[in-house]
């Protein structure tokens, strides 16, 4: 065949919905998603568990996410003396990654707990109406944010890289080992917090409070001790995604817990707040939705997408997937 | 009444024009003016009818953006829409208008809450004000035509246009006469029969249905005078700043309307009014503060809810703690009983 006869044939298919989905851009937008939907489910897991003890909608655990990400930042940077700080030991990278993520979480808890007995416990102890909360718990998510934008001004900070990112191709796609271990770290962290929910005393008066809290103390269980672990756990699950989020994203800013946490509560909500699978599933629900729809619309939609799924499901079913109606007597 | 009118009348928008006042008063009496009518109107929703809408910046923002891009787009010259395309004489008449307009397309927009608040209450109607706050942001910010997340700008040639007619503060008048009108309608709402039934939906909102109140009718009759209120406040507070952008309508400025209702005690209209007083001039002497303005606030209102959490009047009005005044706010009703209209 004479090369000059042939013809190079051009797709000008300009109908967008009719052009054959390629399977491994799929695949890549799955692999996005799973991500994606991880920091909404380790997030979404948090407000489900404080609304399952408190019936609460802790509005400042975005925050609490946000701030999980600025301590990794500076554990992070610290170690690697990124402070101009000579540390007298140099870390190799596998003991720096778990390092900084043990005392991330064990500061953001800290954080959490603090917001908890600040804050929400004296108005339990005076059995404030539950409204009085709601609006207190607004007000910490606020102060937490504008805390961190007058101390730390509004440059954005930059993530310390803790490890060296490679890039894997085949079939057509690429995935970072941030992907992978994303995602990995997240289901094994969310296995761990389902064991602990499921099997373990802790988890179990967790399950009774959010049944009838009213009987739990009379079991012999300390309500007020419950909830602190309760917020611990949440308080860490969202500093993983944190530190997660800053290395994936590595630019932090104040506004962060805003973007990304509502998105997670819409998550919580669409699987049904109150309950952790609902939670989870609800996450890499509203992922993949958004990575599906950020595909094919421009990607300045994706908020506005996410906020109308959520209109959309509290008028059809507020009580979201996986969520049990509640009861009030009239 | 009409005495207060004129007093207050001859306290703050005489001295503008005469010039007494420098701008930045100027500016923080028509502040002052707006929050007013925001927390009035927010105080239909939130104190009267029992629910809780955390969305109402949004509300605000949707007045100020149609009333300044139909008044840009007639009356000045700007970047985003060529020429002005009215003579500046009518501008004095089309402000009013397109203020109205604002109003109109913000009571539209509160329909998204208004249906969805027939079926929720609570918590999730919290989500859906918030989300709602979120969706106008977004929605705006794609709109490229207009500047989305850029802003938009332009009413100072509508201010100057109008001032160009006659040289009198256009804005603050206006600013003047919403505020005495959104102050004289809720509270007239509120004392008929339909705020009665809007107060037992507060109450019991089942046993009020029980009660022949239409509670549908009147979730959709407050949600959309309120939020007309606040289009109309929106597109004062638009004109008065000259530049606007989505942020400017967002979580925190909702945040500022719930914190002065709260303030102010749910369910009290002179309440809703000092409050907003007191907390815009706050806002204001707190300017050397910077940034920490808006770390402070929070905890002090997380302190005024351990405290106080029905705020300075409760649901108490001015004229129950001092009753010889219901000579002059009272409504007729209560003129000739000396009676408080509802309790």
């Known amino acids: 065949m004479d090369p000059s006869s042939l013809h190079v044939v051009v797709n000008t298919n300009k109908n967008k919905g009719s052009k054959p989905v390629d399977p491994s851009l799929l695949l890549q937008h799955f692999i996005n998603a799973m991500q994606w939907g991880s920091f909404l489910a380790l997030i979404a897991v948090g407000y489900t568990m404080v609304y399952g003890v408190l019936l609460l909608i802790n509005f400042a655990h975005g925050d609490i996410f946000m701030v999980g990400a600025y301590v990794g930042y500076f554990i992070g940077t610290f170690l690697l003396n990124g402070f101009d700080v000579q540390l007298p030991w140099d870390l190799p990278s596998w003991v720096v990654i778990p390092v900084t993520i043990v005392l991330t979480m064990f500061f953001t808890a800290i954080v959490g707990v603090a917001l908890e007995r600040i804050a929400y416990r004296p108005m339990r102890m005076r059995g404030a109406h539950r409204l009085y909360l709601v609006i207190t718990a607004l007000m910490a998510g606020i102060f937490l944010e504008y805390a961190n934008l007058a101390t730390l001004g509004a440059r954005d900070r930059q993530f310390p890289t803790l490890f060296d990112k490679t890039v894997y191709n085949f079939a057509g796609i690429s995935i970072t080992n941030v992907k992978i271990l994303v995602i990995l770290l997240s289901v094994v962290f969310m296995a761990i917090l389902w064991f602990i929910v499921q099997r373990t005393k802790w988890g179990m008066a967790m399950r009774a409070i959010s049944y009838d809290r009213l009987v739990v103390p009379l079991m012999g269980i300390s309500v007020d001790n419950i909830i602190v672990v309760t917020f611990i756990i949440g308080s860490s699950m969202a500093a993983l995604a944190g530190i997660m989020y800053g290395t994936a994203f590595p630019i932090l800013s104040f506004d962060m817990g805003l973007f990304v946490g509502w998105q997670a509560f819409i998550a919580a909500v669409v699987g049904g707040i109150g309950s952790i699978r609902g939670a989870m599933a609800g996450g890499y629900i509203l992922g993949f939705t958004q990575i599906m729809v950020a595909a094919f619309l421009p990607s300045t939609y994706r908020d506005l997408i996410a906020f109308s799924v959520l209109l959309l499901i509290l008028v059809v079913k507020p009580t979201g997937l996986f969520g049990v109606a509640r009861r009030t007597k009239v | 009444m009409p005495l207060v009118i004129a007093i207050v009348f001859l306290i703050t928008v005489v ?329």
């Not at chain 2, 289009?231 to 925190?252: D, K, Q, R, T």
């Not at chain 2, 914190?259 to 001039?281: C, D, E």
Request: proline residues 4%.
């Open chain 2, 15 to 343: 001295p503008s024009w005469l010039g007494v006042y420098s701008g930045y008063y100027q500016f923080v009496l028509m502040l002052i003016g707006i929050n007013i009518t925001l927390t009035v109107s927010l105080n239909l929703i939130n104190g009267y009818m029992g629910e809780f809408s955390v969305g109402h910046a949004a509300f605000m923002g949707a007045g100020a953006y149609v009333a300044s891009i139909i008044n840009v787009y007639l009356l000045a010259d700007s970047n985003f829409f060529g020429q002005a395309r009215i003579a500046p004489g009518w501008s004095i008449l089309i402000f009013p208008i397109s203020l109205i307009l604002g109003g109109i397309a913000a009571s539209l927009f509160s329909l998204l809450v208004a249906f969805p608040s027939f079926r929720t209450r609570g918590d999730y109607l919290a989500i859906i004000t918030l989300a709602v706050n979120f969706i106008f942001k977004s929605v705006i910010e794609n709109i490229d035509k207009i500047g989305g997340p850029r802003g938009f700008m332009g009413m100072g040639g509508v201010v100057k246009a109008m001032q160009d007619v006659i040289n009198i503060p256009w804005v603050m008048i206006w600013v003047f006469i919403v505020m005495v009108f959104s102050i004289y309608i809720v509270r007239n709402l509120v004392s008929s029969i339909m705020g009665k039934g809007i107060v037992a939906i507060r109450d019991d909102e089942i046993a009020a249905e029980l009660m022949t109140v239409n509670t549908r009718r009147m979730k959709v009759i407050a949600f959309m005078l309120a939020c007309g209120l606040a289009g109309m406040a929106g597109g004062l507070h638009a004109h008065a700043v000259s530049f606007i952008n989505p942020s400017s309508y967002f979580i925190i400025q909702s945040t500022f309307m719930l914190v002065m209702v709260y303030l102010g005690g749910m369910g009290s209209l002179s309440g809703s009014v000092i409050s907003a007083v007191l907390f815009t001039i706050l806002l204001e002497l707190m300017k050397p503060l910077g940034l920490y303005r808006f770390v402070v606030i929070p905890v002090l209102f997380i302190l005024l809810m351990l405290l106080r959490p029905s705020g300075l009047m409760g649901n108490r009005e001015l004229s129950d703690i001092f009753p010889p005044l219901r000579k002059f706010f009272g409504t007729a009703e209560e003129r000739i009983s000396h009676v408080p209209a509802s309790d």
